[in-house]
């Protein structure tokens, strides 16, 4: 296979999606090698799954590997000594069952020889199953992971893909050039930004990394609601947490004039989920931003930043901002002097991802989403009872500010 992605930077990065299934008919064994199965065709059909990463002087490659394939694992030859009632009680707080979390792929001194896809099949002492599968970010955003996944979970019931998941990469930005539709007023203003006058403010945001799940309930959802229906409920939570998030860089030390936070993925254009290439045209990691001034996020009411998102996802197109980099070749630059890192806020909500089975018969009781090795990114699914479970990793000190902030801790709380 030629190597593919040159040049990419290398991030140290997994998302990781996590199905937990109460019961399972199929012993483990069966489970497994049915799955293996589907891996092995998905990845015959998408070879850059396949590949491991390598780094070369031109930045990250996804190369062919001969020897390895994404294999499932069992975790252990003994059920891990959790029940799925316990777990579900704690919030699934990542710190507590260590069997499950910690041997998934996660931070490394090294990316070279990291698969690109892992797959774990892990058995639970009440006779549940927890099913992982892992995606490194140099290949996949979080709505190709779960397009991975659906495919996988096809595959599992011997129904064949409908087509690749991967397109070509040169026709995917061909194509999101050659859409050109009117900026929107934000882009302009950035684009017309003499960015010399604004100096990287080099904040410095240090110490101890924490997983931590935001719950936000269906009602504080409706409160929310209650003030603007215009606005979806999605982008009023995604409102209320970069309305914190800003509030929080402000309090470490940030000058920036301008903050930005990306956007709900499957949100946008409704974008099919066929291809990763969609908002990562540049850097894979970084997501399609969403721009304002620092002063408005932090002195507009809430439902009007979220009346600006709302805007963003009807206006902007798969191409946005990337539709100037042709004549803006250091776009990149000046989103790196916007206080990097920022708020990324993936909401998954709307995939089917409560729907796959992976041929077990089941549907799953519980869904999580999690970025390993991937601070400040925000995933948000459904929690059943609608309302959103946000899972992150945050700096401790990011956290302690949104705990101490009023209006996030008004509609949002910390499960753990």
């Known amino acids: 296979m030629d190597k593919v992605f040159s040049g990419e930077a290398a991030f140290r990065a997994y998302i990781g999606i996590l199905w937990f299934f109460d019961k399972c008919d199929q012993s483990l064994g069966s489970v497994i090698a049915t799955i293996q199965r589907a891996v092995d065709a998905v990845v015959q059909q998408t070879p850059v799954l396949g590949g491991v990463l390598c780094t070369d002087a031109t930045g990250c490659v996804v190369i062919d590997s001969t020897e390895l394939r994404p294999v499932v694992l069992q975790r252990t030859r003994q059920p891990v000594p959790y029940t799925l009632l316990e777990m579900k009680k704690r919030g699934f707080a990542q710190s507590q069952f260590p069997l499950v979390f910690d041997a998934l792929a996660g931070p490394t001194p090294d990316v070279d020889g990291l698969p690109v896809l892992s797959v774990h099949a892990m058995e639970l002492q009440c006779g549940g199953l927890v099913l992982a599968i892992q995606c490194h970010h140099i290949a996949a955003d979080a709505v190709a992971a779960a397009a991975i996944a659906q495919t996988i979970s096809n595959a599992c019931n011997l129904q064949p893909a409908e087509s690749s998941l991967w397109s070509d990469r040169a026709f995917i930005k061909q194509m999101l050039l050659s859409h050109q539709p009117s900026p929107l007023p934000s882009e302009l203003h950035i684009l017309s930004t003499d960015y010399s006058k604004h100096p990287a403010s080099n904040l410095q945001i240090t110490g101890e990394f924490v997983c931590r799940q935001i719950k936000i309930t269906g009602s504080a959802l409706q409160q929310l609601k209650a003030h603007d229906t215009k606005c979806s409920a999605n982008a009023l939570a995604m409102a209320l947490v970069w309305r914190a998030w800003t509030r929080a860089i402000v309090a470490h030390g940030s000058t920036c004039p301008f903050t930005y936070s990306g956007g709900p993925a499957d949100m946008r254009n409704r974008c099919p989920l066929s291809s990763n290439m969609q908002h990562y045209i540049g850097n894979f990691i970084m997501p399609m931003p969403m721009f304002a001034s620092r002063d408005f996020i932090l002195d507009s009411k809430l ?66 989403l999690r970025s390993f090795d991937a601070p400040y990114m925000m995933f948000a699914i459904s929690d059943g009872h609608g309302g959103l479970a946000v899972n992150t990793t945050l700096p401790h000190s990011i956290y302690e500010a949104f705990i101490n902030d009023t209006e996030f801790s008004t509609f949002a709380n910390f499960v753990y």
């Open 303 to 368: 439902q009007k930043v979220a009346a600006h998102i709302q805007a963003d996802f009807r206006l902007a197109s798969l191409g946005g901002l990337r539709n100037h980099m042709d004549n803006a070749n250091n776009v990149m630059i000046h989103l790196a002097k916007t206080d990097a890192p920022a708020v990324t806020f993936s909401n998954m909500a709307q995939l089917p991802l409560y729907d796959l089975g992976f041929g077990t018969g089941f549907k799953p009781t519980s869904v999580q």
